[in-house]
Nanobody, 119 residues
Framework: QVQLVESGGGLAQAGDSLRLSCAAS?????MGWFRQAPGKEREIVAA????????YYADSVKGRFAISRDYAKNTVFLQMNSLKPDDTAVYYC???????????????WGQGTQVTVSS
């Protein structure tokens, strides 16, 4: 069973930056970040393919967020810049444990980390 452990969440002010990390305990392929705000459905934020060659970003974060991965550390990162109050949510790391074409479908999840952005 692969464990995904997120870190890096916290409190920020509008315009600040935060970097989320997700450390995987085993082999993963495509990886992504999702978020869920109170009263809203979980939505995909960003994703990266198993080889790092393809990425996906939600329109709401394009140009502000960047996803990357460190294969040596088996970790995926989400650099969040120019944060807005609308970015407030619980952020979840997700992984596919088999090779897959889709960057938006996942079956393995972390426990989540809270990001709160004040105006």
């Amino acid at each position: 069973q692969v464990q995904l452990v997120e870190s890096g969440g916290g409190l920020a002010q509008a315009g600040d930056s935060l970097r989320l990390s997700c450390a995987a305990s085993g082999l993963t392929f495509n990886m992504g970040w999702f978020r869920q705000a109170p009263g809203k459905e979980r939505e995909i934020v960003a994703a990266i393919s198993w080889d790092g060659g393809n990425t996906y970003y939600a329109d709401s974060v394009k140009g502000r967020f960047a996803i990357s991965r460190d294969y040596a550390k088996n970790t995926v990162f989400l650099q969040m810049n120019s944060l807005k109050p609308d970015d407030t949510a619980v952020y979840y790391c997700a992984a596919r444990l088999v090779r897959a074409r889709s960057l938006t479908e996942y079956d393995h999840w972390g426990q989540g980390t809270q990001v709160t952005v004040s105006s």
